[in-house]
């Protein structure tokens, strides 16, 4: 059972004013986090939930937006795969109650075309509704507490801003979970762990006995290296140019590992399946890249683009490659309904299908800068900080 204890449950209070919060904030960019005390809004909207977070996954999305790679507005808290205790819900959340143990990701509007198709990763508000360092009408939660710290601090970030002590999101990013689990290790099944096994079982539906390459072994590589052995694809090649990450692939079930510095990733694509592969799941967000796996499949194969690209990028595609049926696609959050997936992701963990705790490596909150230079050196996989009890 876990041990995380916090403020007992209160009741639907949507008028209670604000609370303090230490939060790690962005305010230049390419510099370290800084550690601020702010003020959270907690006069929650009908659809809000105020989380009292307990641990939150580090991606590198965080790191490309601490970079400006993408365009997030600072200062800012930044955090995306939160998970804590719900402290207080809006009047309008029937989901999720105060004491509820709970996985944050994604935010969508629930209201455009696909959303209401169910197809919410592809929310037409999507960049603003996650990237947009407010809510959507512009407003935000967070202050700074001190006069001498000048303009607004963003938050909302994935409709969580997870890199605080509270954060405050809404009943449609929010995931209730068994609580016998601890919230520290759920944490990144969010964003980066769903979105890996999500390409695999949701948006390609690989098939049993298809080849599959994943190009990078990092989280979202390695989740979909644990899907595709699921799944029974075979051959799983992986990519990368780390070795430590290529010997983890292969113990999470690659067959064949590729290391791009010192082979030709190409001609070993087509040794090993035979002269192309069914599919190929680029993550590095690399131009090259995608051209690569693009030249690597097989006729009728899929390429997909799931890793995160600089903003603006652009990559070359061979066109008569596509007369071939091949095609090449795009994919978010690995078409992931979180309320539906994440569950999942916790079952096939239970029987020993999806062993992400491999990937984990736990920090305390203040050791966050730390945590970006072994993410970044690729010291560590998948950091999580521990940020409440």
Do not use: W
């Not at 079982?201 to 049993?208: D, E, T, V």
């Not at 190929?280 to 030249?295: K, N, Q, R």
């Not at 390429?303 to 990559?315: T, V």
């Not at 490659?321 to 978010?332: C, D, F, K, Q």
Request: aromatic share 4%.
């Amino acid at each position: 059972m876990t041990t995380q204890e916090g403020p007992a449950p209160v009741l639907r209070d949507p008028d209670s004013g604000t609370i303090p919060v230490r939060a790690a904030v962005v305010r230049e960019k390419g510099q370290p986090f800084v550690f601020e005390e702010l003020d959270l809004d907690t006069r929650l909207r009908p659809d809000e939930v105020l989380v009292k977070v307990v641990a939150s996954g580090l991606c590198q999305t965080d790191i490309h937006v601490r970079d400006q790679n993408l365009p997030v507005p600072l200062p800012a808290v930044l955090g995306h795969e939160g998970a804590g205790i719900v402290e207080r819900t809006g009047s309008a959340v029937t989901s999720v109650a105060p004491g509820d143990s709970v996985v944050m990701s994604y935010q969508a509007c629930g209201h455009c075309r696909p959303c209401r198709r169910g197809q919410y990763t592809y929310c037409e508000q999507a960049f603003p509704i996650n990237f947009g360092g407010s809510r959507m009408d512009g407003t935000n939660a967070l202050h700074s507490r001190t006069e001498e710290k000048d303009g607004e601090i963003h938050g909302h970030f994935f409709g969580q801003s997870s890199f605080a002590t509270h954060a405050l999101a809404t009943e449609r990013n929010v995931v209730k979970v068994a609580d016998d689990l601890p919230l520290d290790l759920l944490s990144p099944l969010g964003c980066g762990l769903q979105t890996g096994a999500g390409a695999v079982l949701n948006s390609l539906r690989i098939p049993a006995g298809a080849s599959v390459v994943v190009m990078g072994t990092g989280t979202v590589g390695l989740a979909a290296i644990m899907a595709a052995k699921v799944v029974g694809a075979s051959p799983i090649i992986a990519v990368d140019v780390v070795p430590e990450r290529l010997a983890m692939a292969a113990e999470l079930g690659a067959t064949h590992t590729v290391n791009g510095k010192e082979e030709d990733t190409a001609a070993r694509i087509a040794e090993i399946t035979g002269g192309g592969a069914d599919y190929v799941l680029e993550i590095t967000g690399l131009p090259h890249m995608l051209t690569l796996a693009v030249d690597a499949l097989a006729p009728l194969g899929t390429a997909a683009l799931i890793g995160g690209a600089r903003a603006g990028a652009e990559a070359p595609v061979n066109m008569n490659a596509l007369l071939g049926g091949r095609t090449v696609r795009g994919i978010a959050q690995g078409d992931s309904i979180p309320q539906l997936f994440i569950p999942q992701l916790i079952d096939l963990y239970r029987s020993g299908r999806f062993p992400f705790d491999r990937l984990v490596k736990f920090y305390e909150f203040d050791d966050i800068n730390q945590a970006v230079t072994d993410t970044k050196t690729g010291a560590t996989v998948k950091p999580v900080l521990r940020i409440g009890h």
